[in-house]
């Protein structure tokens, strides 16, 4: 019965040469289909029972018609869009509906290097953060922290600075070594996947240490880093409860290669990070998708004053701000934002430079074009502090302001950005970006031998 529905299938697919593309595609599912289940309802007859998936491998003919109708839908499948992922899932009968990373054919979910990375953010090798329901004195605590954050932590409101620097000798083993540094890690999933990826054993595993190592190489030496040096990795959050809880993560494994520390990193234009950093060996600094303040369109019902209606009647300031709204450049400008962004000011950029030592990298991602630019600009005005990582000057691994719109008319100066982590394994918002179809500008600088006091 299953030569004779295999036979049906080739005769009738010689007749849909006439047809187009799309339209041969869907009439050869149907054939397929139509051939399936023919052999199903004989299978049913004769067993009495229906078919399973043990069923039709067992029986070759069978397993022919199966492959034939896998191999229809996925024919039959809408092709994915300019720059979507090419990944087919034969359980939806679709392609993956994210956006690929800049210059590759898959997202960071599908692709093969990240496969581990994926699981790991998804909470995968014990990664779960028991959530902490303490109640300090002085106010009520969040506790959902589980749930996606609705709003972006004011940096202004938490003035307090750490009482000492943390002890970082019992927080982490070795008490020597390079460190990582993720500043804003919120949940600290990325620092927890950096983390388990370094002491992973499996030899084909690109672990996060062997990454850093390559990237630190200096660059006329061509990147060949073996990773051999015990690196650590850092986590610091302003919000108090998403810390904790990721530390009682950390603290909760066997290996202390990571922790993590509530600290307003911007305070005194940077001061509390140095403090933070004090007494780490940091070759590494991360600034991933920091809070953007100002550069969406949230703060514009009190954005003109009030004003008089032909009439003598007020007009409310929302009504007025809707007639004469800012531009997203004027609203981005505004002090009362500039404040809150963490390089906001130069003056934080010259911190940073004075943490990290010569030959150490500074790494930063956003998904806001004028934030990525602020932060760029930031760097460059500590002059000859920082210059572009080798990788900005690879055409496999940069592009230019047109490979991602987002910087119109040239802003960006023809600058370049990287088309993907460097480290191998995503953030939780770079995975968002993808579903959403958003570009992510990167950057990686290196500090170079320039003493500042």
Not at 74 to 92: F, T, V, W
């Amino acid at each position: 019965v299953g030569t004779m529905s295999c036979g049906k299938l080739q005769q009738a697919g010689g007749e849909l040469g006439e047809l187009e593309a799309p339209q041969q595609a869907q009439a050869a599912l149907q054939l397929a289909l139509a051939a399936l289940d023919e052999r199903g309802r004989l299978f049913e007859i004769e067993q009495g029972r229906r078919a399973v998936s043990a069923d039709i491998f067992a029986d070759t003919a069978y397993a022919v018609l199966h492959a034939a109708v896998k191999a229809a839908e996925c024919a039959a499948a809408k092709l994915p869009p300019k720059c979507g992922c090419q990944q087919y899932i034969a359980r939806r009968r679709r392609y993956c509906t994210l956006r690929a990373q800049t210059g590759e054919k898959f997202c960071s979910q599908h692709a093969a290097d990240a496969e581990s990375a994926a699981r790991l953010l998804t909470g995968g090798h014990g990664s779960t953060v028991a959530l902490s329901h303490t109640q300090p004195a002085g106010g009520r605590v969040k506790t959902n922290i589980g749930r996606r954050m609705k709003s972006m932590t004011d940096p202004l409101a938490r003035p307090t600075p750490l009482a000492a620097p943390p002890a970082w000798c019992a927080l982490l083993e070795p008490a020597t070594g390079p460190v990582l540094v993720d500043v804003g890690c919120a949940k600290g999933r990325f620092v927890q996947a950096l983390a388990a990826s370094s002491e992973s054993r499996h030899p084909r595993a690109q672990t996060a240490a062997a990454a850093c190592a390559r990237l630190l190489t200096p660059d006329e030496a061509g990147g060949d880093g073996d990773g051999g040096e015990h690196w650590r990795f850092v986590g610091v959050e302003i919000f108090r409860q998403l810390a904790e809880a990721a530390q009682e993560w950390a603290a909760a494994r066997t290996e202390r290669s990571a922790a993590f520390v509530c600290a307003n990193a911007g305070l005194n234009e940077g001061a509390e990070l140095a403090r933070v950093c004090e007494g780490l060996d940091v070759r590494c600094l991360c600034l991933q998708f920091p809070d953007p303040w100002g550069a969406h369109a949230a703060e514009q019902r009190k954005a003109n004053p009030a004003e008089i209606a032909p009439d003598g009647s007020p007009v409310a300031a929302a009504d007025s701000a809707a007639e004469h709204p800012l531009s997203a450049a004027e609203r981005f400008a505004k002090p009362k934002f500039k404040r809150r962004r963490l390089f906001g000011s130069a003056s934080v950029a010259r911190t940073v430079a004075v943490i990290l030592p010569p030959g150490a990298l500074f790494y930063a991602a956003s998904d806001v074009a004028a934030v990525a630019l602020e932060i760029r600009d930031a760097l460059e005005a500590v002059n000859g502090a920082f210059v572009e990582h080798r990788l900005h000057r690879d055409p496999a691994a940069c592009g230019t302001d047109t490979d991602l719109p987002g910087v119109a008319d040239g802003v960006g100066g023809g600058r370049t950005w990287l088309r993907r982590t460097p480290f191998g394994i995503p953030t939780e918002r770079e995975l968002v970006c993808e579903i959403e179809w958003r570009p992510v500008y990167r950057m990686l600088y290196r500090r170079t031998e320039l003493s500042l006091p």
